[in-house]
């Protein structure tokens, strides 16, 4: 892992809040299915501490920004059952515990801030693109004409991933203004853990070790043109 680190080293920053930089919080994926120990088949099956990590301080951005009365956009990785979503297992079903925020989020459902969005696939970006050809995450930016976006959530390197590139990319085609910048705070992001002894017991599965995961998915995330920052901090009023 520090081998890892000394080749692809990912430069990361304090981030500060100020009122004077529109600012909205993107959560992705904080729910039972992926979050709560046993709570299905891509939930963890012990404690994991990167994981709580994750949820902890999720939970305490979302709680600051709702205070501020400032903008809140949760994800939710929510499916059909009869709609499978290869090459992961079944998992995050709607109507089931799994697909619903964490217990430490689940007060957001009833915030006026918060905007929440159920998806059906890996990228939350194209998830919220509805029947009408519209898109719920673009309107939220132009609508409290956001500048920056805070992210964080689970998968590091798949779902928060995939919406950090898909974001990137549709702000530098002009679709997102007034968006400048994409954040992703490291200590809010985690990824799940999956050894190579345990892989080669499940058909198909690919070994996912979880740190160095974590830091790849922190690595191509900066890559792309996301700023990475370790602290999150608010200015004082």
Partial sequence: MDLLKDQIPVEQ???LITEAV???LVLVDVVNGFCTVGAGNLAPVQPNQQISEMVEESARLAKLFSEKNWPVFAFLDTHHPDVPEPPYPPHCIAGTDEAKLVPALQWLENEPNATLKCKDCIDGFLGSIEKDGSNVFVNWVKDNQIKAVLVVGICTDVCVLDFVCSALS???RGFLAPLQDVIVYSRACATYDLP??????IKGALPHPQDLMHHIGLYQAKGRGARVV???SFAAP
């Fill in 196 to 201: 190579v002894h345990v892989a080669t017991t």
């Fill in 13 to 15: 920053d304090s981030l």
């Fill in 230 to 232: 370790s602290e999150v």
């Fill in 22 to 24: 529109k600012t909205g």
């Fill in 170 to 172: 549709a702000r530098n």
